[in-house]
């Protein structure tokens, strides 16, 4: 893919609640300058907005760039620029004018979207054709997806499409969720979640998912009892929504897949249950791309979405 799509020089930054990557991207679409920096996400949403500016010229110094393109942790409305929701990761975020905020702050243009979409945008690209349809998840500390049908990546009301880790969950019933709900996929699914059940089944509680992992590798029946069932939740999920969706491609990325094949047999194996005659054959796949999705994806969002221009706040 292209980042660069509209063979102009772009910006692609990528924010979240840790961490902000900024990178310029030439006409062909080559990295021409990278940068990160820590996100002050305790500071505010004008610290973050100042960061991610910062974060812009310390790529650009020249001025090249004609356009900015943000991928943001949160529910991102494309079309407005407002962050719609968030978690409190970085406070106050939610109902930050993000697009037209950044714009007045860097004299450009920016397109924005939710991080997540953004990171699928070059899988969507990557699949043959232009009328692919692509099923995405992101399971790490949350549960975070895209859905593209037919070449196009769906946004729908407030930016909130893709939000898989609130569908309902048969594992997970009776379990509160961060968004306010019960019975969520998040909740037994995401890294806390797979680690918050092993401390149910237990009663002893762990620093984090690779000590679960680890003991589970060591045959601990628990833990990998908390693995498995976090894993053939998300399996059975996307493979439900495979159904509705026919995607051609099924990608599972994000950091809890990379604790090794338990994990990933036992999505593999609900999925697979779940599946319709059509669509059998059809598994989840990791990400084509490294740790450049992020911001390739957001410097491609310039030729793709609504641009926000500096003066709208004024």
Known sequence: MNAAANGAVVIGLDLGGTKIAAALFAADGTVRARHSRPTPAREGAAAVLDALAEAAAEVDPDRLATAVGVAAAGVVDPRTGVVTSATESIRDWAGTALGAGLAERTGLPVACDNDVRATAGPELSALPGCHGSLLFAAVGTGVGGALAVDGRMLHGGSGIAGHLGHLPSPEAAGLACTCGATGHLEVIASGPGITAHYERLTGTSVDRLETVATRAARGDEAAVRAVTTGAAAAGRVLGGLANALGPDRVVVGGGVPRIGALYGDA?????????????????PVPPLFGHDAAVMGAAALTATLPLHHPGALR
Do not use: I, N
């Not at 593999?268 to 598994?283: C, D, T, W, Y």
């Open 267 to 283: 999505l593999a194996a609900a999925f697979a249950a779940e599946l319709m005659a059509p669509l059998r054959g059809l598994v």
